[in-house]
Nanobody, 121 residues
Framework: QVQLVESGGGLVQPGGSLRLSCAASGSIFSINAMAWYRQGPGKERELVAVIGRGGSTNYPDSVKGRFTISRDNAKNTGYLQMNSLKPEDTAVYYC???????????????WGQGTQVTVSS
């Protein structure tokens, strides 16, 4: 089985920074794209950042220039560096990864359990 575990969330003041981590474990053959999503109170889940296996990235305008996604393929770990945080960034942040396991032949998406990020003074 595969498990994604996020860490690094917490309470931060506006203008502050946080770094989220997403560690994948289990019978992993390869990880394709990794992404971060968030879901704020009363809002739908939205894509925050995505990174391909080769390192190509994409961001929505709402976080572009403030958030940076990265990955360490050797550690099966993804990261989200969040700078200049705003109260509207408050949400539960979820890690998502497209993973091929040693058991199954096809690639499927996996989700972490989420980590709370609260931006408030």
């Amino acid at each position: 089985q595969v498990q994604l575990v996020e860490s690094g969330g917490g309470l931060v003041q506006p203008g502050g920074s946080l770094r989220l981590s997403c560690a994948a474990s289990g019978s992993i053959f390869s990880i394709n794209a990794m992404a971060w999503y968030r879901q704020g109170p009363g809002k739908e889940r939205e894509l925050v950042a995505v990174i391909g296996r080769g390192g190509s990235t994409n961001y929505p305008d709402s976080v572009k220039g403030r958030f940076t996604i990265s990955r360490d393929n050797a550690k099966n770990t993804g990261y989200l560096q969040m700078n200049s945080l705003k109260p509207e960034d408050t949400a539960v942040y979820y890690c998502n990864a497209d993973i091929k396991t040693w058991v199954a032949g096809a690639v499927r998406g996996y989700w972490g359990q989420g980590t709370q990020v609260t931006v408030s003074s």
